[in-house]
């Protein structure tokens, strides 16, 4: 069991509720797993939580080594600063940094204007410093410049969801309703590897007798286990979910009832997917006429369905039109807005949901508030003590921020807060210039990650354990981390961050936080009345009961662990179809780039790898990048096992140790994005942006793949 640092007081510090064990939860992902952190003669070490609704005590590999994190090595335990970039950096004291942090800011605003300064937050971020981010953006430093990773993450479910039914939580329902479908169809993520605690719920759905059917161009551990594997091509979803309503309209299947009552729109869908002939989207997606049919009718015929799609269908310049033809999918068949039942996103990042609540996105202000409507800034400013027409516009989004870095009427300083854009961004080597353009880079991380280690000033932050502050998990609960020992000697929070920031560009005034529970308390106010009501939550409320679910908009309110039983969240309260027609990938393949590569997670690491590539039994689980290609095209292009391959797109080229395998399809690569240096997949993905969600197609590109004659 993984021992943590000793604690510099010599003393964990106690839950209310459990006596010697203080609850917390998983740093990684937005299952938020439930962790308890149990006092030992040299520190907490880390215990599932069985009592936690969500992981009935399920950790994965990654979860369980945790801890490993408190006391490492690697740990930056004193700001960094240097002079020039090309300088080695030295450490420095807070006052130094910050006095640093703050120059920096005031030059760039003095010659460029307010808005050359940009922030860049992170989908793992508690609620507390999102909420606090955006604020510090528009506040304090009174810039609209601001977006996050989240952006690349699930920005296009979103979209789809605020679009049909004018609210965006993950789950409509508790993650334990999955057990209770019939049916359920999973586009686009390989659970079993990377969020293998919520196994547990699609084996007792397969157990009842339920059906699970998976679409995926890869035959990954949850296609094996699924009754049926739909292996479509990258990008083709849309087509194979206006294929599969196709055949349900044609076979008698949806639900004219519930389509009346409930719904708006769906004439305009049905005439839309008329022209979707089982065959004609065989061509398109490939997958064969009986398997597309097999199942329409297997979720036509369910008594309860549900439909869930990740970054596999999502992370596309279509993605927001591809969740909608999932989403008019659930309506036709009458599959929303009941038990069991209904279209859900699977968040990936640990606070996906929440980090893209509370205004550390562009377009928004905290509550899911929109920022260009004048009564959501009129209350913001409210609780932030400011005059709404102080508030900044709208921003631009991540990409396109990234892509104006350190240039004329662009972003010149940029405060980057739980990113390491430089892996994580698409078209890395392009972001990577952008980088080394700007006039003035911070970043606050636990590590000298890949971005860090291009900044001017790197300020070292305090992590999960070591910190108090909620999240809200891919079912909508809002949990709570409790601070189980304090950050190592040197290292500040990011809030006190954030304050201390503040304070120094003159703005102090609207920052006086003592703690993680103050900030919460404003977020509280600052969402009352929003779409993410989180006003009737408190620290208390979610202790006491494993999690609220949101709205949750007065002390006495239960929270609402399911939506849209009676009524969607729309003016009329009825769901609205929105038809959409199949396009193509931004990128199609070529005589010069053949093939196509998609890109995701692999079990044992977790995005850009800052933390988990640090974890020893993580690497030594998977210690490097490596490119699965099927045996026929290796044959093809004379790569074999454990070669090192050279990948190339239009925008950069890749290395990577050739994994033959017949899990994937003939005419598609898959890369594992964790890892840095030239074995990033991000130097070859497509920035194409969809149009709504301004999401870029990070899950398909066109490349070419080559023996480099290494080994
Ligand atoms: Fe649970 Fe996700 Fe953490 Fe694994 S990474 S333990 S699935 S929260």
Redesign the pocket.
Known sequence: MTQARPRHDGDVAADPLEGAAVHS?????????G?NLVPGQTGPRLEPWPEFPT?RG???????T?ADLLDHPERLTSPLVRDRRSDPFRPASWDDALERVAAGIRSCQERFGLSSIGVFGGGGLTNEKAYLLGKFARVALRTSQIDYNGRFCMSSAATACQQAFCMDRGLPFPVQDLADADAILLVGSNVAE?????MQYFDEQRSRGGRLIVVDPRATPTARGASLHLQATPGTDMALANGLLHVAVKEGLVDLDFIRARTTGFEAVRRTVASYWPDRVERITGVPVDQLVAAARLLGDAGSAIVLTARGAEQHSSGTDTVLAFINLALALGQAGRMHSGYGCLTGQ?NGQGGREHGQKADQLPGYRKIVDPAARAHVAGVWGVDPDELPGPGRSAYELLDTLGTDGGVRALFVMGSNIVVSAPRAGHVEERIDALDFLVVADLFLSETAARADVVLPSAQWAEEEGTMTNFEGRVVLRRRALPPPEGVKDDLQILTAVARRVGRGRHFEHDDAQTVFDELRRASAGGVADYNGITYEKITAEDGVFWPCPAPDHPGTPRLFLDAFATDDGRARFSPVEYRAVAEETSDEYPVFLTTGRVMGH?QSGTQTRRVRALRLAQPDVFVEIHPQLADVFGIGEGDMVKLTSARGTAVARARLTRAIRHDTLFMPFHWGGDGRANLLTNPALDPASRMPEIKVCAVRVEPTGTS
């Not at 990377?194 to 919520?198: C, G, N, R, S, Y």
Request: one cysteine or more; proline letters at 12%; a positive charge.
């Open positions: 939860h998983c740093p990684y992902c937005s299952m938020q797993c962790i992981s399920g950790l994965c590999q990654k979860g369980w945790a990377t969020m293998p605690p919520v640990g977790y």
